[in-house]
C-alpha cells in the first residue's frame, strides 16, 4: 500500500481539522417559532384591508399586505366547533362538536383520545402557551389547556368575559380568568385585550428560543360581554372623538374595540423583532367566525358585502379574514386564492415545525404548506364541510374545486342579513400613511410602498351588483347553490339551473352525515354554579 507523504498526510489533516471544525461551529436547523392570533366574532369587514374606510386597522393590514393574505379561508360558524377543528385538524360532526359552543357549566369538553396541535408540537421539541380564550370544555383538570398540550396558560375557561370586570354571566355568574389551574383575581379591573396583549409580550420576552415557541393568542376581542357590559372601551371619551363620524354608538363601541386589537397586533410583532426572531417566526391571524348582527351576543360587527352572520354557513359567518406573514416565504404573491378550512392549520403547521402528516391521525384538515409557500399549481383542497347541524337543521357544502357552496335544509331567519354597510357613514378616506408608519410595518420593513397597498386593497375588495339585502333565497323547502367565483355575496340560488351540482354536492353531504356523531343537549349542571368556589368558574367535577 503506497504511503501519503509528508505534505498530502498534512493536507488530508488540515482538510479534516475544517470539516470537523464547521460541523462543530454550523447552527442546527432552527424551526421556526409560530404565533397564531385569533380574533374572537371578527367581521369580514372589521379589516380595513378589505376595502372599508371606517375602522383603520393599519398593523393587521400591514400583517396583510407584507405576508400573503387567504382571501378563500373557512371556519367553522360558531366558536367551540371553530377551535375543536383548529386543534383536532378534523371536522367537529365526527366528535360531535358541531352546533352550539359549549355553555358555562355544561359538563362537555374534546374528547380526551384526541391528538392536539400543541400537544404534536411539544413532541417535536416545541414550548406551547395559549392566551386567551378555552372555550373547549374545563369540567375536569384533565380537560383544561394545560393537560391539553399546552405548557402554559393565562386567560379565561369559558366562552366569554366582561372587559374589565372579567366575569362570565352566560348562565350562572362568576369570574374567569385563569393562569394555568388558579384563579388570577389580582389581575381583575385590567382591560382583558391589554392583559392578554401584556402577557402574550411576556411569554415572547421570557422565552428561551433554543426551543422553538408556538404561541396561540386567543383574544376575547371583538366578542361582545355580558348583557349590560357587552361592549367595552379603556376610554369612551378619547373612543368618541376619534370615531365621531361613526352615527350608531354600538357601532362606534366597536370601532374601539378593533382599536385595541389592532394596536395588540403591532405591539406582538415588535416584541418578536425586539428578540430578534421576528425572521424565524410564522405569524398567522384569522377570526375563529364571523360576526353576528343578531341576538344577544350582537357586536355590532360588519360582514358586507356577504350573506350572512355567525351562526350561519352563508360566507359572512364563515369565510374568515386570514393572513399569513413569514419573512421566508418563497411565494411573494400578496393574495392567495385557494380554497383553506380551519382544519388546515394543524397538519400544515405540523409539517412546518418538521413532523410527518402521515403520522398524524386521520385528517380531515390537509398540509397546504406547498400550497402557501410555493405558490404553484391547484390547491390540494377541492371540497370543505362547513357544518352539518342535526339539532339546527341545516348544513353547508363548498364543493367543485371551491367553486359552488350548496345550503341544504333550513336555516337562520339572517340568511337575508348583509350585516352594516359601512359605506353609508361619512368615513374619512382610508389613511395608507398609517399602515407605514404602524409598529407592525416598522419592524418588518420590507420596503412597502404606496402603490402596492393600494394595488392590493383594490383587488381585495369585493363589489357585488344587485344585492338585495330584503331577499332570503333559503328557507325550509328551498336548499340554495350558489357561485362563489362569480357571487360572492351569495344574491342569485343556481339550484334549478345546474341540478347535477346539486346532486353531487348532496350526496357528498350524505356521505359525511354518515359519520357525524350526534352532539350533546347543551345542559348547564347546577354544581357547576360559582357561587359555591367563592364566585369563581373552577372544574366543578373535580370538586364533586
Known sequence: MPRLNCVTAMGFTLLLIIILSYNAHAAPETKPNIVLVIADDMGWNDVSYHGSDQIPTPNIDALAYNGQILNRFYVQPLCTPSRAALLTGQYPIRYGFQGLPIRSGENRYLPLQMETLPLKLKQLGYNTSLIGKWHLGFSYRNTTPTYRGFDYHFGYWTGLVNYFDQFNSEYYSGFDMHENLFTAWQFQNEYVTHLLTRKSKEVIDKHNYTKPLFLMISHLAVHAGNEGKSLEV???????????????????????????????????????????????????????????STGIYDNAGSNWPLRGEKETVFEGGVRSPAVVYYAKLKNKLPINNRLMHITDLMPTLYAVAGGDVENLETMDGINQWDVINEGEGKSVRSSALLEIDEIGLYSGLIGYNGHFKLINDSVLESNGDFGYDTGHENNPPYNVGSVLSSLTNRAINSGLTNDKIKKIRNELTIRCAHVDVRSKPCDANNMCLFDLINDPCETTNLVKKYPHIVEKLSAELAEYRRHLKPQSNHLCDENSNPIRYNNTWTTWMEEQ
Open 234 to 292: 379603556p376610554d369612551i371619551d378619547e373612543n368618541n372623538k376619534r370615531f365621531h363620524y361613526i352615527t350608531d354608538n354600538r357601532r362606534r363601541l366597536y370601532a374601539g374595540m378593533v382599536r385595541e386589537l389592532d394596536e395588540s397586533v403591532g405591539i406582538i410583532v415588535k416584541a418578536l423583532q425586539d428578540k430578534g426572531v421576528l425572521d424565524n417566526t410564522i405569524i398567522i391571524f384569522l377570526s375563529d367566525n364571523g360576526a353576528p
